[in-house]
């Protein structure tokens, strides 16, 4: 009898907890960079210096992660495609520039990337920004050197939604992608964890739209120590 309450304790804690997480990847923008400042600043710069009328009432934190094109057609739709290609450049070579002082670290970054060093587990970043955009910036980020891996939008031929990122960097980690939590605020992110077959977490602090609960996902936390609960 006390054999089967124990068994039936066990499948009760394994319900609650879950897999074992081994390793952490995170997305960068809006999950461990608040980078909306200097990307919206990028964004205005340029349609003004074109002189380019455009709707600033537009909540465009849910578009931040979709890139500059995805937010200069949120603000203008009605540009042609070289239009769009030329703005996107330019905002880029302005970020580049700029957003090494517009961007900051969310709080609690520093405290989950120590406790995850401290109890040695290994962590990295998936991102779909491209690496001279990450290196313009990722500076901001508390122990970015301590990562293990780093792996952005021009480093391989497909970027996230494909798992193919994560499931690399993964490797990278030495950790098995079911016991691999990937946190993000996208629904790209969301997507290319479930099809890695890893623990999809929403950063629900980051730029979300109001339906993100739709996404496919295996949990939220409304703050990056809310990771504490998945460290069992």
Same mark, same amino acid.
């Given at each position: 009898?006390?054999? @089967?309450?124990?068994?039936?304790?066990?499948?009760?804690? /394994?319900?609650?907890?879950?897999?074992?997480?081994?390793?952490?990847?995170?997305?960068?923008?809006?999950?461990?960079?608040?980078?909306?400042?200097?990307?919206?600043?990028?964004?205005?710069? &340029?349609?003004?210096?074109?002189?380019?009328?455009?709707?600033?009432?537009?909540?465009?934190?849910?578009?931040?992660?979709?890139?500059?094109?995805?937010?200069?057609?949120?603000? /203008?739709?009605?540009?042609?495609?070289?239009?769009?290609?030329?703005?996107?450049? $330019?905002?880029?070579?302005?970020?580049?520039?700029?957003?090494?002082?517009?961007?900051?670290?969310?709080? $609690?970054?520093?405290? &989950?990337?120590?406790?995850?060093?401290?109890?040695?587990?290994?962590?990295?970043? /998936?991102? @779909?920004?491209?690496?001279?955009?990450?290196?313009?910036?990722?500076?901001?980020?508390?122990?970015?050197?301590?990562?293990?891996?780093?792996?952005?939008?021009?480093?391989? $031929? /497909?970027?996230?939604?494909?798992?193919?990122?994560? #499931?690399?960097?993964?490797?990278?980690?030495?950790?098995?992608?079911?016991?691999?939590?990937?946190?993000?605020?996208?629904?790209?992110?969301? #997507?290319?964890?479930?099809?890695? @077959?890893?623990?999809?977490?929403?950063?629900?602090?980051?730029?979300?739209?109001?339906?993100?609960?739709?996404?496919?996902?295996?949990?939220?936390?409304?703050?990056?120590?809310?990771?504490?609960?998945?460290?069992?």
């Amino acid at each position: 009898m006390q054999q @089967n309450q124990s068994s039936q304790q066990n499948r009760h804690r /394994v319900q609650i907890h879950g897999p074992q997480i081994n390793g952490i990847l995170f997305d960068l923008d809006g999950t461990l960079l608040d980078s909306a400042p200097g990307i919206l600043n990028a964004l205005f710069s &340029i349609l003004e210096k074109h002189g380019v009328p455009y709707n600033d009432q537009i909540d465009l934190n849910p578009f931040i992660g979709e890139g500059l094109m995805a937010l200069v057609t949120q603000c /203008v739709p009605n540009l042609s495609q070289a239009q769009y290609q030329q703005y996107t450049q $330019e905002g880029f070579a302005h970020y580049i520039k700029h957003a090494s002082t517009q961007t900051h670290a969310f709080p $609690e970054a520093k405290a &989950i990337l120590s406790m995850l060093n401290q109890r040695k587990i290994p962590w990295g970043i /998936v991102t @779909n920004k491209t690496r001279a955009l990450t290196q313009s910036v990722i500076s901001a980020l508390p122990y970015y050197d301590t990562a293990k891996v780093l792996i952005c939008a021009d480093d391989l $031929e /497909v970027k996230k939604p494909h798992p193919k990122p994560l #499931l690399m960097a993964a490797e990278k980690l030495g950790t098995l992608p079911e016991h691999t939590l990937y946190l993000g605020d996208a629904i790209n992110d969301m #997507l290319a964890a479930k099809a890695a @077959n890893m623990i999809a977490v929403i950063a629900q602090y980051g730029y979300v739209p109001n339906n993100f609960k739709d996404w496919p996902h295996d949990g939220v936390v409304s703050t990056l120590l809310g990771l504490k609960k998945w460290l069992i």
